[in-house]
């Protein structure tokens, strides 16, 4: 199909916008959400492929955290410790600013706090010797009180050491709630939602730029601000940007759950939580980093299979349980684990890479594309 507008399109319905969000996951609907209620006349048109957004957002864990010790210690061996603290901060404060800007039971929100277990006694004794530190590195920069703490969790009748790193900050939410919630915001505010657009081009004209579809159709804007995360490259290759697929597998209703919260392991790589008397693990990709680097949505028989087994072997020993349904949503990684928050001319913006991290960091990176603008 090829588009051709009419003069009431041209001149009415797809005039030049003041702002174009392009991605409508988390990350955009909250910038277009910022930009909205500081701009109430500004005329702002929110652009995705998918009616309801396809990437991370709506196929996450649904866990509020920001990072586990064994997670962060891994995080030391890649960027230095002030970064690493200044993006646990970033993402506790997110966590806070979620909750009050959406409010804790219109986005499923419980604070039940996170457990780290260990299967391995070389990770245990990382975590042992640096939790101190990761302490005081969260208080300094965050203000919090004694982040983590050791908690006997044999009563959980895990196959793991008997001591976990608890951690009362952190909790979880509900995905599909948190999404419903943001997207009623932004059309109360009257923000322009234009889904179904798979955008092929950005083009900077006199003053403005252009995005255009894959069937001609044109949008124009003064600011373009860019929120496609993983799927970015395709629009701006120049950005070090590589995809991540991030699988979950789901089981039926369980009868009795000795467990209530999120649970990580392995570096932050294993993640796992109950659901509705169900129990959702996602995770593994570390074992097969070369095949999980694709925008591909269809998950793969071995990755799953390695969760199951997890299950079986470590969280429910001896005790049956079925599979309910399995999905997978595409994160966005990079050299560096921090997002790209930047202004690439007097006329377009963006706000990508969010290194598996964005539930977390959405309130804030919003606020600071909004500072980038006004
Ligand atoms: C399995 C899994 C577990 C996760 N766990 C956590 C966690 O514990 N904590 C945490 O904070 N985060 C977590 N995340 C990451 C979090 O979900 C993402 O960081 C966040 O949702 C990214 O939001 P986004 O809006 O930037 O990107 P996305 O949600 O991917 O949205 C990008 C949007 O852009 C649209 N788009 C892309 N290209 C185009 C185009 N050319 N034209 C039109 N539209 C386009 C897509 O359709 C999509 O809707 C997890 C993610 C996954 C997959």
Known sequence: MVYFSSYWESSILLRKFDFIVLGAGLIGKQIAIKIKTKYPKSRIALVDRSPISYGASTRNAGFACFGSVSEIIDDFKRSP?????????????????????????????????????????????????????????????????????????????????????????????????????????????????????????????????????????TLTCDQLIIATNAFTTELMPELDIVPARGQIVLTKPLDHLPFDGIFHSDKGYIYFRNLDGRILLGGARNHFEEQEETHDFNGLDNVQQYLINYLS?????????????????????????????????????????????????????????????S
């Open 81 to 217: 410790q002030s970064e690493v603290a200044e993006l646990a901060a970033k993402r506790f404060n997110g966590i806070v600013k979620l909750v009050e800007d959406f409010g804790a039971d219109n986005i499923g929100y419980r604070n039940t706090g996170s457990y780290e277990i260990y299967t391995d006694k070389i990770e245990y004794n990382d975590a042992l010797n640096h939790f101190e530190t990761i302490n005081q590195m969260l208080s300094d920069v965050a203000g919090i009180d004694t982040a983590f703490r050791w908690q006997n969790v044999q009563s959980m009748k895990m196959k793991c050491l008997p001591d976990a790193l608890f951690n009362p900050y952190e909790g979880m939410l509900n995905s599909g709630m948190l999404n419903e919630v943001v997207n009623e915001k932004a059309h109360q505010l009257g923000i322009i939602p234009l889904y179904g657009l798979n955008i092929k081009h950005i083009q900077k004209i006199q003053n403005a730029y252009q995005i255009s579809d894959e069937n001609g159709m």
């Open 313 to 373: 072997e470590v969280i429910l020993p001896g005790r049956n349980f079925e599979i309910e349904s399995a999905w997978s949503g595409i994160m966005a990684m990079g050299k560096e684990k921090v997002p790209i928050v930047k202004r690439m001319d007097d006329h377009l913006l963006v706000c990508v890479r969010m290194s598996g991290m964005g539930v977390a960091l959405g309130p804030v990176l919003s606020d600071e594309i909004l500072s980038l603008i």
